[in-house]
């Protein structure tokens, strides 16, 4: 008898290529309509013509999607129906007849996965063995290929379907980081506008203050010199006679020195300009009270726990040196006891203020640390 399946006039119609006609070699699928060619027969039609030739989406070679069980299925098809002699053409197994008896092979032993004739599986080799009609044991072998197809393609429409929100989340995430990094810029680019400007703004007013402190600078030069050039002209009668008006020369110059001085004396502050873009410092204070009885008992000094965003920073300081730098340094160590513990940019700055640093700040220290 004969079998028509979706179209196709046998099961093995199922596995020719649609463009050969051939049996499948490496079966490929269009991602867009999912019909399954040989993978060299579709790659040179795509390489001519940039489209599936079933469907005729655009499509590259690269884009074909490869279907390794397809070639599994084949292969096991055709052990199974080996014994026929045309199976693409006809399922009837009459037409091969038993070696042994003469009889159409009618019957398949599933024992030893091979076509018998009836008086082979009753009284021959196979009397105990579990077997079935062949056409059934045909459309039970169709069926089962058939539904690993339909599962096959269900499992290729998610995959699909998956591959389709990856591709627009990834989108999503360029779209968002250009975005971002356009925000950045702008925000940077303003931000370095207002400094310019502020930097300008102050630096014009000192420049100014500069250069009246510098002019005065000069009067009062000029004033010194012209006076001690009149003292140095008198003889010694002339001097000890003009004394008074001498003096009162010089009280009156001065006087106006001072006018002058007192009317640009204040040098006007500097305000920093407030950085909106890197963050304000956290920051905690250690005092090292007794620090001559620390320094000679050496035991290390620890300072309370300071918080920064789920991270527990404190100092660890050695008032008489560590290791190799013990009797010679103070040694400062910041220590991260919990929180974020993989590799990070970090920043912090450390400063020893020393004591009545008001009269002597260049006693105090200040450094910039930064580490990855």
């Not at 027969?41 to 999607?65: F, G, N």
């Not at 096991?76 to 080996?82: A, G, K, P, Y």
């Not at 008032?319 to 190799?324: A, I, T």
Request: glycine share 4%; with cysteine; net charge neutral.
């Amino acid at each position: 008898m004969s079998s028509q399946v979706g179209g196709y006039e046998s099961i093995s119609e199922l596995f020719n290529c649609y463009i050969c006609t051939e049996k499948l070699k490496e079966a490929a699928m269009c991602p867009h309509c999912s019909q399954i060619g040989c993978i060299d027969c579709v790659k040179r039609w795509t390489d001519a013509k940039k489209e599936c030739p079933h469907c005729r989406e655009e499509i590259t070679a690269d884009q074909l999607i490869r279907v390794p069980i397809f070639d599994e299925l084949i292969d096991q098809l055709l052990i199974d129906q080996q014994p026929l002699e045309s199976p693409g053409k006809d399922i009837e197994v009459k037409i091969l007849r038993c070696s042994e008896h003469d009889r159409s092979l009618e019957v398949y032993c599933v024992t030893c996965n091979m076509f018998v004739c009836h008086e082979c599986a009753l009284w021959g080799k196979h009397p105990r063995h579990s077997v079935e009609k062949a056409d059934e044991h045909y459309k039970k072998q169709r069926m089962m290929i058939e539904e690993k197809l339909n599962s096959l393609k269900d499992s290729l429409k998610i995959v699909l379907n998956h591959v389709e929100q990856t591709e627009k989340k990834i989108e999503d995430l360029k779209h968002t980081h250009s975005r971002s990094v356009n925000e950045i810029q702008r925000a940077v680019a303003k931000m370095m506008q207002e400094l310019e400007k502020h930097t300008k703004s102050h630096m014009r007013m000192l420049d100014e203050v500069k250069h009246r402190l510098e002019t005065q600078s000069k009067e009062i030069a000029t004033v010194s010199l012209e006076l001690s050039g009149k003292v140095r002209s008198h003889s010694y009668s002339s001097l000890l006679t003009q004394t008074g008006e001498l003096k009162g020369d010089i009280e009156s110059r001065l006087e106006k020195i001072r006018i002058s001085i007192a009317s640009s004396e204040t040098i006007p502050a500097v305000e920093p300009l407030v950085n909106r873009i890197v963050p304000k410092y956290e920051y905690g204070t250690l005092t090292i009270h007794s620090f001559q009885a620390r320094q000679i008992q050496g035991d290390e000094i620890y300072s309370n726990s300071l918080n920064i965003d789920g991270m527990t920073w404190r100092l660890k300081v050695y008032p008489n040196g560590h290791k190799e730098d013990t009797g010679k340094y103070l040694s400062v160590f910041i220590e991260l006891t919990s929180g974020f513990e993989k590799k990070a940019n970090y920043q912090y700055t450390i400063v020893m203020l020393f004591k009545g640093s008001e009269k002597y700040p260049h006693k105090n220290f200040h450094k910039d640390y930064g580490k990855l």
